[in-house]
């Protein structure tokens, strides 16, 4: 297989490092990530400014290719531009941090997997649901079985796979759970704080807020110990309410 990496943390980022060499046992890999944290970005793309691309090393070796963009862009650049062969897979992550709920309409990561999804070619997000003293290797393992499945099962157009792993030691994961997008907000709030120079700014914060009904949800799952996968797409027509929308006359 041959396989494009991408990441929102930065290509200098522990996660991608995991990631890319747990896949490179799997198939050919190129890496094409952001030079810079570009977590929560969403599907931002550069239409004003030139990107730029230098090749980046890790541990004194060559590792990709680090680009002045955002995720969607690098998975832009690595298809269309860098890559000699059409990627048969596109893996983003593993983010430093979850992806769940609405949170994914943010997400750097989910959109370097969508971006991908958009171009026709099956993709998966990865992140770790963690801030503090992450080990990527449970997800990154994961994330080597999932492209072995996904090798010879086909996704629906315009579909990706968004999966989070929690912070769990390898035998303490319960197990997988396919899972739906939990509809829980992010119950966040702004820190206000003075600078050294007398200025005030502001820092957001916040978590998730406790309630969440749909037993199914990505959410429950990670708070119950499993890894969550989800089937998501970005067709965000409304059809439930397309009819309705046809009554009002306009």
Avoid at 244 to 249: A, F, K, R, S
Wanted: a neutral charge; one cysteine or more; proline letters at 6%.
């Amino acid at each position: 297989m041959e396989i494009l990496i991408t990441n929102d943390d930065g290509i200098y980022a522990e996660g991608i490092y995991v990631l890319a060499d747990a896949l490179k046992k799997f198939g050919n890999i190129t890496v094409v990530a952001p030079d810079t944290q570009c977590s929560a970005v969403g599907h931002a793309i550069t239409i004003t400014d030139p990107l730029r691309v230098v090749t980046a090393k890790r541990n004194g070796s060559f590792f990709g290719y680090a680009a002045s963009g955002t995720p969607a862009d690098c998975v832009k650049l690595g298809i269309k531009a860098i890559m000699k062969k059409r990627p048969d897979l596109v893996v983003s992550g593993i983010n430093l941090g979850g992806n769940q709920a609405y949170n994914i309409l943010y997400s750097g990561t989910v959109s370097g997997a969508t971006e991908g999804a958009l171009l026709g070619i099956p993709s998966l997000a990865v992140s770790l649901d963690t801030f503090v003293t992450p080990d990527f290797r449970p997800a990154a393992a994961f994330a080597v079985k999932l492209a072995g499945m996904m090798k010879n099962k086909k996704l629906p157009p315009g579909s990706l796979l968004n999966v989070n792993i929690p912070h769990l030691p390898d035998g303490r994961i319960k197990g997988v759970r396919v899972t739906t997008q939990s509809k829980t907000c992010f119950n966040d709030w702004f820190d206000k704080r003075t600078d050294p120079h007398g200025q005030t700014y502001y820092w957001m914060t916040g978590d998730y807020k406790p309630e969440d009904t749909d037993k199914r949800s990505d959410l429950n799952a990670l708070r119950a110990g499993y890894i969550s996968v989800t089937p998501i797409q970005f067709d965000l027509t409304d059809y439930a309410f397309l009819g309705e929308l046809e009554n009002w006359g306009l």
